[in-house]
């Protein structure tokens, strides 16, 4: 297995906070999914949640090559967790057609947040393999 690239990102907490105040829901369900929003209400710690999956998602993109591109959408990358609590990506639209175009077979990430900082790595790799078809799924094209 090679490594195909990395990214990360730092969000400060409070940047997040102003944009859900300032478009409320409008943001949360454009950049989120909705099983990403359903998580985050579940979480005491929402604002920190939701920086933390927008931080991952900007380290995917980076780790992949193509930061926000045309024909690449928020909602094309999505974070669940597994039921150890581990971060796991799934991929749609722009996102999976880049991963596919470029042979990334995987792509390992890592969240954290504080109260005011959240910070996500992620790790695209290599082997061979096409990205897993269970962690893909279908969008939407009016998002």
């Not at 990102?9 to 829901?25: L, S, V």
């Not at 990403?36 to 920190?48: T, V």
Request: proline share 3%; with cysteine; hydrophobic share 35%.
């Amino acid at each position: 297995m090679k490594i195909y690239g990395i990214g990360t990102d730092i969000t400060e907490c409070e940047r997040i906070r102003k944009m859900i105040e300032k478009h409320g829901d409008y943001f949360t369900e454009r950049v989120f999914t909705d099983w990403e929003n359903s998580y985050f209400r579940s979480q005491k710690q929402f604002l920190e949640s939701c920086t933390g999956r927008w931080c991952a998602k900007e380290a995917i993109l980076k780790a992949i090559g193509t930061g926000w591109v045309r024909g690449i959408a928020w909602r094309d990358v999505e974070v669940r967790n597994l039921t150890s609590g581990a971060p796991q990506v799934w991929l749609g639209g722009g996102a999976l057609k880049a991963v596919q175009q470029r042979g990334i077979s995987d792509i390992l990430i890592t969240i954290s947040h504080c109260s005011s900082h959240a910070t996500a790595t992620a790790i695209a790799l290599t082997d061979g393999s096409p990205f897993p078809e269970e962690r893909s799924f279908d969008r939407p094209d009016d998002y």
